[in-house]
């Protein structure tokens, strides 16, 4: 079965550098989540996106941007970059409206190293 | 607000021993309720979720009961394999109007020796 893709797996930048993710959710999902996992640490949501608008807002700094597009893929976009941004950033989908009770599939994240 | 709270780990134990992993929950409402796992250097993936009270959520040999009284959704194996070791997050999303993000505890590591 098809699974939500993420490019590129691995990532190396410099500080005050940018970065972009891509996500390609699983085909038909609608609806797609970013999270951040630091080092030894449970993932945190940064934001989602149903039918290419945004949907929920977590704690996504200031210097970080998002969208959908119309063929559903997401992508995040770094700027400024720093040390403490150093992460594996997952990117989730699902289908329907982000109910609780919907299931949420993950990429296999892109590890960010900031040096 | 919404929380998460497991059981600290590693947690190590000899192929074929019996396996739990304590989860609890703070929530408004009735919350979905998931447990994902983490292999070393891969994404998480899904392994079995329960969506109301009492629902048992099943899958590869793990269980794991929604029980609303004790607020809890504890994680549990009669066998594991050396093949489990991995991070287990426990994790829910709450019920509600808008899109509802995951809410994960901080993980429990789990190493099985042969």
């Known amino acids: 079965a098809a699974g939500v893709i993420q490019s590129p797996r691995h990532l190396i930048k410099e500080k005050r550098e940018t970065a972009t993710l891509k996500c390609y959710p699983i085909p038909r999902h609608d609806t797609v989540y970013w999270y951040q996992q630091g080092p030894g640490q449970d993932p945190q949501f940064l934001i989602s996106?149903?039918?290419?608008?945004?949907?929920d807002k977590g704690s996504i700094p200031d210097r970080f941007s998002a969208q959908q597009f119309s063929d559903y893929h997401s992508e995040l976009n770094m700027s400024s970059l720093e040390l403490g941004d150093s992460a594996l950033y997952f990117c989730?989908?699902?289908?329907?409206?982000?109910?609780?009770?919907?299931?949420?599939?993950f990429g296999p994240g892109t590890r960010l190293t900031v040096l | 607000g919404n929380s998460v709270t497991q059981m600290e780990g590693p947690v190590t134990l000899s192929e074929e021993a019996f396996l739990t992993i304590n989860c609890t929950y703070t929530a408004t409402g009735y919350p979905s309720l998931f447990w994902y796992v983490q292999y070393p250097g891969e994404g998480l993936q899904l392994l079995l979720k329960?969506?109301?009270?009492?629902d048992k959520g099943s899958n590869k040999g793990f269980e794991a009961t929604y029980r609303k009284e004790t607020t809890s959704f504890h994680l549990e194996k009669g066998s594991v394999q050396v093949s489990d070791s991995a991070v287990y997050f426990c994790a829910l999303t709450p019920r509600g109007t808008g899109f509802q993000k995951l809410v994960f505890g901080t993980g429990t590591r789990l190493l099985v020796s042969p």
């Open positions: 989730a989908s699902s289908i329907g409206a982000g109910a609780s009770t919907d299931t949420q599939y």
């Open positions: 996106f149903y039918e290419k608008m945004q949907s």
């Open positions: 329960a969506t109301k009270a009492d």
